[in-house]
T-cell receptor
Framework: SQTIHQWPATLVQPVGSPLSLECTVE??????LYWYRQAAGRGLQLLFYSVGIGQISSEVPQNLSASRPQDRQFILSSKKLLLSDSGFYLC??????????????FGEGSWLTVV | GESVGLHLPTLSVQEGDNSIINCAYSNSASDYFIWYKQESGKGPQFIID?????DKRQGQRVTVLLNKTVKHLSLQIAATQPGDSAVYFC??????????FGRGTSLIVHP
């Protein structure tokens, strides 16, 4: 079965410091990968998605970037964090969207507090 | 673009009652719908999905109903338990596009 791992689970970072959140998926190949942010109010904001190695689409211009160095690895980064980057970050995966049932499956999330 | 919204931000029920969580979508071309459950501090968890060629789909204690005429879907939870307390999201997808998520309804189950 497929599993998704995301880490770290929580982190507290000072303003201006770098960020790296990592995500790996097991049990599938060539998945679509996603980074979402969930702020207070529970809405899910799509930040980045990737359909293959090195292929990144950004949905919202911001202080963050994403990379996909391997087929099942997705990394969310920032060179200098802002207070507004605080939130709950979720990595997710799905089969390619040509599939009839294109369910998105989420990781357990990473709580980021920028102080 | 697609917008997806839930009718109530919070729903309170008594343990043992049936719960109904509603969701409306705007894009009549949406052809696939998903319900998620998110417990506090965790990622959303897939509950059940339904394609637009169906009106109803049942799982374990859950039923999803789809009304394409009014662009509405609902999640029914039978015999609601305290462990069902969570935020519930619906999502709608058109074709190969990425699903659009609603904001979530918080279900509170009172013992």
């Amino acid at each position: 079965s497929q599993t998704i791992h995301q880490w770290p689970a929580t982190l507290v970072q000072p303003v201006g410091s770098p960020l790296s959140l990592e995500c790996t998926v097991e049990g599938t190949s060539n998945p679509n990968l996603y980074w979402y942010r969930q702020a207070a109010g529970r809405g899910l904001q799509l930040l980045f998605y990737s359909v293959g190695i090195g292929q990144i689409s950004s949905e919202v211009p911001q202080n963050l970037s994403a990379s996909r160095p391997q087929d099942r690895q997705f990394i969310l980064s920032s060179k200098k964090l802002l207070l507004s980057d605080s939130g709950f970050y979720l990595c997710a995966w799905s089969v390619p969207p040509t599939a009839v049932r294109n369910t998105i499956y989420f990781g357990e999330g990473s709580w980021l507090t920028v102080v | 673009g697609e917008s997806v919204g839930l009718h109530l931000p919070t729903l309170s029920v008594q343990e043992g009652d049936n719960s109904i969580i509603n969701c409306a979508y705007s894009n009549s071309a949406s052809d696939y719908f998903i319900w998620y459950k998110q417990e506090s501090g965790k990622g959303p968890q897939f509950i059940i999905d339904i394609r637009s060629n169906m009106d109803k789909r049942q799982g374990q204690r859950v039923t999803v109903l789809l009304n394409k005429t009014v662009k509405h879907l609902s999640l029914q939870i039978a015999a609601t338990q305290p462990g069902d307390s969570a935020v519930y999201f619906c999502a709608a997808r058109e074709g190969s596009y990425i699903p659009t998520f609603g904001r979530g309804t918080s279900l509170i189950v009172h013992p």
